[in-house]
């Protein structure tokens, strides 16, 4: 057990220059670009599916939340704000830099993220097109204090990503020294074709750690890369549960979920099968 420990610090140790330069970047890009996003999709009109899907691949860590308040205003529909919640990447991309994923790799994980929130998003504008405009208050729901102190809220970020990873590299660790490794792909379903029902579900989990963990455990083997991209589809951090305080027809809300979970989990079993015969 105390080899355990010493190895999972060790390994969460290497990744912290990484994980800090890369939320570094990130910050300065939100910083520079948060406003501009805010306008851009604000002003999109029909557009909005196409636009918010691209704003949503960018790293940022109030956009979803951002979006949700401009729907709840009806600035922006559904279909766009589906897309953005599809689209958006959470932690998901520090935690690939700091494994040295291939920049290549990254990028069409992204934009398989994209293609699909659009996709999605349009299909729901079709169907459902409600657009009336309310009056708008933006909210600070993430807490980010990028504006007073870029390096400040990159080594918070830091931080509480490494702490994640340290408790999910922690259980992995065990996990694969005393459990059979044909014993953990049943517990975790890596083999089944249902098994991004839940990668979904635990991506729909309202913090970062969601995204940490499905992540983590997609670069360590333990599920697919269909249960691993259902998982990220679903994961937009805490703008679900703005949603739900902010809006106040539940009936509306509980489809919002309910669509983005159903095309989180359908798109990562499209993607098994797909993949099952290349």
């Known amino acids: 057990m105390i080899d355990i420990i010493i190895d999972t610090l060790l390994d969460a140790l290497k990744l912290i220059p990484f994980l800090f330069l890369a939320f570094l970047i990130i910050e300065l890009i939100e910083h520079k670009f948060s406003q501009k996003s805010q306008k851009m999709i604000a002003k999109s009109g029909r557009f909005g599916v196409f636009i918010g899907g691209l704003l949503g691949a960018i790293p940022q ?29 959470d932690e998901m991309i520090p935690i690939l830099l700091s494994h040295s994923v291939p920049i ?15 996709i999605c998003g349009i299909i729901i504008d079709m169907l459902f097109h409600k657009h009336e405009r309310q009056d708008f208050h933006m909210c600070d729901e993430t807490h980010c204090e990028c504006e007073k102190s870029l390096l400040k809220s990159s080594i918070i970020h830091t931080l509480k990503a490494i702490s994640f990873i340290f408790i999910i590299t922690f259980i992995l660790n065990i996990a694969l020294n005393y459990l059979d ?15 991004p029902l839940m990668g979904s579900l635990i991506g729909l989990i309202p913090n970062c750690a969601a995204s940490i963990m ?23 951090g805490v703008a679900l ?23 989180g989990s359908i798109s990562g079993i499209i993607i098994d099968l797909i993949m099952r015969f290349i």
Request: charged share 10%; hydrophobic share 50%; with cysteine.
């Open 214 to 236: 499905i992540t983590e455990f997609y670069l360590n083997g333990v599920i697919s890369f269909g249960t691993m991209m259902s998982g990220l589809l679903t994961g937009s």
């Open 61 to 89: 860590c109030g956009f979803s939340v951002l979006a949700t308040n401009l729907y709840v205003t009806r600035i922006i529909t559904m279909g766009t704000l589906i897309s953005i919640y599809l689209s958006t990447s």
């Open 181 to 195: 490794r044909e014993i953990l792909t049943k517990i975790f379903m890596t083999n089944n074709i249902l098994a």
């Open 241 to 263: 549960l703005v949603l739900f305080r902010n809006n106040h027809n539940i009936k509306e809300n509980m489809f919002i979920l309910l669509s983005v979970y159903s095309m």
């Open 104 to 118: 290549m790799t990254i990028i069409k994980i992204v934009g398989l993220k994209v293609v699909i929130g659009i």
